[in-house]
């Protein structure tokens, strides 16, 4: 029998965000999130040591983590620039608004994190692909290590704590529930940080029935899951214009 977890509730601090976050329409909560996660500063994540079996496998030399961001690469130069964040999200079908928010703070937020040795800032925000595990933030749910590599056991770790309504899938409180789990003392950028990632991907992600389902979450995990909702948005248009 799996443990009872008690109802999730906001730290002291962050109290009045979440209360604000309730009074808001969904659509302004995301944008909330987005704007507070991509303004704060943390430090990486150093995971415990794993056995190799548990990392996934890694195609042309290049980590899951950067497989997470290589879909908003839009011209495939190895940088992601603010207006193929925008492209990107635009592809997956978020709003306009939805997709400004994110490649102004995705990319100010990432790019000097990915920029090791650069004193000076780019002002036209660039993110390297190959140092993104540098981006990488604390508070997290630890399926990346700190060399962008897919822990297996990690991963199949969230649902067998939280997926307890649905062995395959989370409901919103489960989310909930996980996103507090994750947290690390006083790793207050963290926290922010974790639970705008999650509620964006919930937003855009899940099922009719307000599931995400597990299948979903790996697949954000490597970015496949972006390819499949761009060619979902294709053919849905394809579908209108006939």
Do not use: C
């Not at 808001?24 to 991509?38: E, G």
């Not at 649902?159 to 507090?180: G, V």
């Amino acid at each position: 029998m799996k443990p009872t977890i008690k109802p999730f509730t906001p730290i002291p601090i962050l109290k009045p965000l979440f209360h604000a976050f309730n009074l808001l329409p969904q659509h302004t909560r995301i944008l909330q999130s987005i704007l507070t996660y991509f303004l704060r500063y943390t430090q990486p994540k150093h995971q415990s040591m794993a056995v190799q079996p548990e990392f996934e496998a890694i195609d042309n030399n290049q980590n899951v983590l950067q497989k997470h961001v290589e879909f908003f690469d839009r011209n495939k130069d190895g940088v992601i620039y603010p207006w193929e964040t925008f492209q990107g999200f635009r592809a997956i079908g978020s709003g306009i608004v939805l997709s400004s928010v994110a490649a102004i703070f995705i990319n100010a937020g990432l790019s000097g994190k990915t920029r090791p040795g650069k004193k000076l800032p780019n002002l036209l925000f660039p993110i390297n692909i190959e140092n993104i595990k540098m981006a990488k933030h604390g508070s997290d749910s630890g399926v990346y290590d700190e060399h962008g590599r897919f822990v297996n056991s990690k991963f199949e770790e969230i649902f067998h704590k939280y997926a307890r309504t649905h062995p395959d899938a989370l409901t919103a409180e489960e989310l909930d529930e996980f996103i507090k789990g994750n947290r690390e003392p006083k790793d207050y950028g963290g926290w922010i940080g974790g639970f705008s990632e999650w509620k964006i991907l919930y937003y855009l992600a899940k099922d009719k029935d307000g599931l995400l389902k597990k299948d979903t979450v790996r697949s954000v995990y490597d970015g496949s899951l972006f390819e499949k909702m761009a060619a979902e948005k294709i053919n849905k248009k394809k579908h209108i214009e006939k």
